[in-house]
């Protein structure tokens, strides 16, 4: 349930600052009639996600096992690319998204309401695309026939909604670069587990072989269906008994992207975010 919550919670963020500051900006410009169509864009925004996660949900029931598997497998392989390449933006860009953000709104406010809706819809769209892939695929690779899951990714969405409010308010200032880095590393561990189990779909789908070739198994140490093993697999999408080709592409991701993620040379042109914090933070 952790590891979905800090999904929601991570990816919520993103889209909540985005949010954040394209309100304080009008607002402290004096365009309060610049509004509506900006809630106008994220509501269509929203609800694109929403019923792109749908699709993804229902519409796979229709499938038989092995496409389900095998249309499993490639959109978590595809959700963890997308992740990975998130995470790595967001480090690379936080200190200009607030001038980015600005500049486009600028040009949108002497195009029209048009353009302000579009302009609301593109910045929050590509997050929650994003957000509903990535959790379609993590909640399936870390349920457990329970609801904790999904309950784990709107408790993160909805701390996300508080912390954004709180931002806006003022009532909240932390160091951005800092919360992005960290748990921008302990998503990058989520996505390995989403990866692997990504693999082992395929492997199910009898896209890849290698299904029977066990690196090991523990299941007798370590009980899929104990508190502990419930645990290890909602935090990290562990499981006990994976084939030789998960660990290795669990290993082959993991370890480069976590040492490039915290490579001296990356977290040195990434300062605290303070033009971000400011951002949300000011409203006159």
């Known amino acids: 349930m952790f590891g979905n919550y800090l999904i929601g919670l991570r990816e919520g963020l993103e889209a909540s600052l985005v949010v954040c500051i394209l309100i304080a900006y009008l607002v402290k410009t004096g365009r309060r009639d610049a509004l509506a169509p900006i809630w ?10 929403l019923g792109f996660g749908c699709a993804l949900t229902f519409g796979s029931q229709e499938l038989t096992f092995q496409a389900q598997e095998a249309l499993g497998g490639s959109l978590s392989i ?16 936080a200190r200009h998204l607030k001038a980015e953000l600005h500049g486009k709104l600028d040009s949108a406010l002497q195009m029209g309401t048009a353009a ?4 609301a819809f593109l910045a ?10 990535f959790v379609w695929a993590s909640v399936r690779a870390s349920s457990d026939g329970s609801h904790g899951p999904l309950l784990g990714v709107a408790l993160g969405l909805l701390t996300a909604v508080v912390l954004g409010w709180l931002f806006y308010k003022g009532a909240v200032r932390i160091n951005l670069s800092k919360f992005f880095t960290w748990t921008g590393a ?13 693999v082992h ?14 690196a090991f198994d523990i299941s007798t140490t370590i009980p899929p269906d104990s508190w ?14 994976p084939t030789v080709l998960q660990v290795v592409v669990w290993l082959l991701y993991l370890v480069p992207t976590l040492v490039f993620f915290f490579a001296p040379g990356r977290s040195a042109a ?4 303070a033009a971000t914090e400011a951002a949300v933070a000011e409203k006159s």
């Open 186 to 198: 302990m998503l990058v561990v989520v996505a390995a587990g989403v990866l692997a189990y990504g």
């Open 228 to 241: 502990y093993g419930t645990l290890l697999k909602g935090v990290f999408n562990f499981q006990p008994d």
């Open 124 to 133: 929050v769209g590509r997050e929650g695309l994003e957000t509903a892939l």
């Open 201 to 214: 779909d395929l492997q199910e789908a009898e896209f890849v072989g290698g299904l029977q070739d066990k």
């Open 116 to 119: 302000l809706v579009a302009t």
């Open 40 to 49: 106008s864009g994220i509501g269509v925004a929203v609800a694109l996600a």
């Open 78 to 93: 595809i959700a963890v690319a997308l992740v990975t390449w998130m995470v790595f933006w967001m480090r690379r860009t």
């Open 270 to 273: 990434v300062k605290p975010a």
